[in-house]
């Protein structure tokens, strides 16, 4: 089984996993995808502030001494409580000086309001706790949810004795709760962007390779079709049955072409090294270019021979194109552990800019280096233009043998 067949089908299960985690999970309701709703803003903390109608109360019903003055201390907290808890939701508003101002101001004022009055006003201090754990939500949460528990227990116990221990579990509890459930829910937001991102990314870049395999597969066959017309065309006037023949090479490679790009959608291609120096020497000699083609070495794995047929394919595809060569010489070396793959010209034609930098070239060069190979090209000494591949010589490896089932039809096969 080769490398594009193993790659190919875990491109196929790929997106149906993809497919599948965004549009097939149901959420609670029954059956729709889970959307994950707005994050949260500073008027989340705002109905806490319900917490102080029984102060409220006791200033309207006259039981509270100095009304006028509980009136501003309630109202400067509650300005200080609003101000932070929509500087909450702000990383860098979050981090300012100004929050950590603010919330020393709002423990004045709670510590104040609670040593005046005590009562329903010991409330402010869970209160305070609320924003200072959303705000608070890094290294010094844990400094200041102590600190605040520590507070507000030595002023609750001064007006209420024991029962003080109460307002300063309170306390701590509301800082800690309030800064876990936000850190959360901020953790819970970056891991689903950052699974959106992996996914597209996976996505844009199985996209590429399969582009890259359509474009060398299509390609080669391509300007094989043009060479054999353009051969047909030139033999019609002064020899039919040489015409004949070309015409039924053309219709046998459109053939062999449409079966191929149903393989490879299908990821079921296999190349062979052998049958691809048959095609490029064929073509070759059809462009009246004069073919030499020498093998030595032993046999190869079948995934290293599907590269280096890619590898023929484009740098003939190249010098049929482009060199306006005479001579085309193709060397396959194989050794123990390395083989190499030399294609070289004799051809004037062309530029190393145009022959050397192509779309095709460079998906090979991307390919040979994900399998440990290199490949380089460029314009000869003494004239013509040379590709040099060389690719590591071992077996299929555990991943290229597996045969993943498809969770559901081919997303690839599907097309876009």
């Known amino acids: 089984m080769t490398r594009t067949r193993g790659r190919l089908r875990r491109i196929s299960c790929r997106l149906d996993a993809w497919r599948l985690a965004r549009e097939a999970e149901p959420d609670q309701a029954g059956g729709r995808p889970e959307r994950m709703g707005p994050p949260p803003t500073g008027f989340t903390l705002l109905p806490w502030l319900l917490m102080g109608l029984g102060s409220v109360a006791n200033m309207v019903q006259g039981h509270t001494s100095n009304p006028w003055i509980g009136g501003a201390g309630l109202l400067v907290f509650n300005s200080l409580y609003i101000h932070v808890a929509f500087r909450s939701f702000?990383?860098?508003?979050r981090e300012s000086l100004s929050t950590r101002l603010s919330l020393?101001?709002?423990t004045l004022?709670?510590?104040?309001?609670?040593l005046a009055y005590g009562g329903s006003w010991l409330l402010f201090f869970p209160l305070l706790g609320l924003a200072a754990g959303a705000a608070l939500r890094g290294r010094w949460l844990g400094r200041w949810g102590w600190s605040l528990a520590a507070v507000a227990g030595v002023v609750a116990g001064l007006k209420d004795g024991w029962t003080g221990l109460n307002i300063a579990y309170g306390t701590f509890l509301s800082?800690?709760?309030?800064?876990?459930?936000?850190?959360?829910?901020?953790?819970?937001?970056?891991?689903?962007?950052?699974?959106?991102?992996?996914?597209t990314r996976a996505v844009a870049e199985e996209r590429l390779r399969f582009s890259r395999d359509l474009h060398d597969l299509l390609g080669h066959t391509l300007s094989v079709i043009v060479v054999k017309s353009e051969a047909a065309r030139r033999l019609a006037p002064r020899d039919l049955d040489a015409a004949l023949t070309q015409v039924g090479d053309v219709e046998s490679i459109g053939r062999q072409a449409l079966?191929?790009?149903?393989?490879a959608v299908t990821g079921y291609r296999q190349g062979s090294l052998d049958t691809e120096l048959e095609r490029v020497r064929s073509v070759l000699t059809a462009a009246d270019v004069d073919p030499v083609v020498r093998r030595s070495?032993?046999?190869l794995p079948p995934q290293t021979e599907a590269l280096l047929g890619w590898v023929v394919r484009e740098a003939v595809t190249n010098v049929v194109r482009h060199?306006?060569?005479?001579?085309?010489?193709?060397?396959v070396a194989g050794g123990a552990e390395r083989v190499r793959l030399t294609v070289t010209d004799n051809g004037t034609g062309g530029d190393g800019t145009v022959r050397g930098t192509g779309t095709g070239l460079t998906g090979l060069t991307e390919r040979l280096a994900t399998a440990g190979g290199s490949l380089t090209a460029g314009v000869q000494p003494r004239g013509g233009f040379s590709v040099t591949a060389e690719l590591p010589v071992r077996t299929a490896t555990a991943a290229d043998e597996e045969e993943p089932v498809p969770?559901?039809?081919s997303a690839v096969a599907a097309g876009p």
């Open 104 to 106: 020393a101001a709002m």
């Open 90 to 93: 702000d990383k860098e508003l």
């Open 297 to 299: 070495g032993p046999p």
């Open 323 to 331: 060199s306006g060569a005479s001579r085309c010489e193709i060397a």
């Open 109 to 114: 004022v709670t510590c104040g309001l609670a």
């Open 175 to 199: 800082t800690m709760v309030t800064a876990a459930i936000l850190s959360l829910s901020d953790a819970v937001r970056q891991l689903r962007a950052a699974r959106e991102e992996l996914a």
């Open 259 to 263: 079966t191929e790009v149903r393989e």
């Open 407 to 409: 969770l559901r039809a």
